[in-house]
């Protein structure tokens, strides 16, 4: 193997995976007319529709021009050894191999987020300003801008520090030790994640007493659910979308509602969404979902470990000056395929638990709420309500509204 050839290689992934991209989502845009099935017909009225279908197409069109132009960068970055142009302004800065990385990486990340500061605007307060989502002032927008540079500043920089000098001091068991370091930091993020990142974006009040508290209270005394946490979350400080979730354990543990949810949906409809996240956690699913990504993060860095030595990948991405960070790089793009892959099971792991906590929300309360408030939080957010099974396949951690009303209807 030489350096030119895994260079071509690297090349080769990136073109592939974009293309693959590009095809399914144009076999799916295909689709965006194809009739209703009468399950789901009733979700939109004609106008609702047509404005729809102008939002798919429009989002389409967007996400084609902008990553096929990031693509574009992406390759002239590196024909024109864009790698060994930060690494040698990085060296220049220190002769640290952390701080070297540490530079190196902040250059990438922040120049990429500066370009796609444009883009991201434009979506925000041009379409979906021009269809009715956006909430979101530009003061808004400025500060999540800034409060997530701080944050990746002082949590992803610590992260690469703490795994260089991993690397540094074990070489050969780095991995190791990364592991136990990235698992022990995953489970404290999943535990306290509610209250330590959330607040910095938004605020969270407990869900006030009233009809609403008193009928969750009743369903999650039936099902034998000690909930005292939950929440409710100013999700329309930013969009009119609405969503809920699941997060923590043992006593940390919290149902969060957006605002936006308990405006759209009936007292019934929302006590079936919540029955719906307690399925979730009466299955198992966030212990399962732990583990999994446990053994496949253990994986990864394993495989890492076995190449991150070889002076090889700094050489394919021409950089003179073998290192942990360059190799990085060229090991994220290598590995792309088979965290593709692992990403395809992961969805169909996601869908399978989708079905298993709607069945839950089924048996214990009762399926029409849960069906009519899944037919308005999709007409609320003008989703697809036909996509191609290919692009389900690929992307979709839900499935589609028509197999979700199927299953509650015992229609499958
Ligand atoms: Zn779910």
Same mark, same amino acid.
């Given at each position: ?35 209703? =099935? ?6 939109? +009225? ?37 790698? $060994?142009?930060?690494? @040698?302004?990085?060296?220049?800065f220190s002769n640290n191999e952390?701080?070297i990385a540490l530079i190196f990486? @902040? ?31 530009? $003061? ?31 070489? +050969? ?6 592991w136990l370091f990235v698992t ?126 070889? =002076? ?24 792309? =395929? ?19 906590? +709607?069945?839950? $929300? ?51």
């Amino acid at each position: 193997m030489t350096a030119t050839y895994l260079f071509y290689l690297i090349i080769g992934i990136l073109i592939i995976n974009f293309l693959i991209d590009k095809i399914i989502n144009a076999i799916n845009a295909k689709h965006f007319q194809d009739a209703l =099935p009468r399950e789901i017909n009733d979700v939109y +009225d004609q106008t609702e529709y047509e404005k729809s279908q102008r939002y798919k197409k429009t989002n389409y069109r967007f996400s084609l021009v902008v990553s096929s132009i990031s693509f574009i960068g992406l390759l002239l970055f590196f024909f024109f050894d864009g790698f $060994a142009i930060v690494d @040698g302004i990085a060296r220049g800065f220190s002769n640290n191999e952390i701080i070297i990385a540490l530079i190196f990486f @902040g250059m990438l990340v922040f120049a990429s987020d500066l370009i796609s500061t444009p883009f991201s605007y434009y979506h925000t307060f041009v379409i979906e300003e021009r269809f009715g989502f956006n909430k979101t002032t530009k $003061a808004t927008f400025l500060f999540d801008k800034l409060k997530g540079w701080l944050l990746m500043l002082i949590v992803g920089g610590g992260i690469l520090a703490l795994i260089i000098w991993f690397y540094q001091l074990t070489t +050969d068991y780095f991995w190791i030790y990364t592991w136990l370091f990235v698992t022990v930091f995953s489970l404290f993020m999943n535990m306290f994640y509610a209250r330590l990142v959330v607040p910095i974006f938004n605020k969270q009040t407990p869900l006030e007493d009233g009809e609403l508290k008193a009928a969750i209270s009743e369903y999650a005394r039936k099902v034998g659910f000690k909930l005292k946490n939950i929440f409710v979350i100013d999700g329309s400080k930013r969009s009119t979308k609405a969503n809920a979730y699941f997060s923590g354990f043992g006593r940390e543990k919290r149902i969060t509602l957006y605002d936006t949810l308990i405006n759209d949906l009936e007292t019934d409809e929302i006590v079936a969404v919540l029955a719906h996240e307690v399925g979730h956690y009466k299955r198992k699913h966030i212990i399962y979902n732990m583990i999994i990504s446990t053994l496949l993060t253990g994986l990864t860095f394993y495989i890492l470990s076995l190449f991150i030595s070889s =002076p090889l990948l700094s050489e394919a991405l021409g950089v003179r000056i073998p290192s942990f960070h360059i190799g990085l790089v060229a090991f994220g793009i290598l590995y792309s =395929p088979i965290s593709e892959i692992t990403g395809i099971v992961m969805n169909y792991i996601s869908r399978m638990f989708e079905y298993q906590a +709607d069945d839950y $929300a089924k048996e214990t309360y009762q399926p029409e709420p849960l069906i009519t408030s899944l037919k308005k939080l999709s007409k609320n957010s003008l989703s697809n309500l036909t996509p191609h099974p290919s692009y389900v396949f690929m992307n979709y951690s839900h499935p589609t509204l028509l197999q979700r009303v199927r299953n509650l209807k015992n229609e499958q």
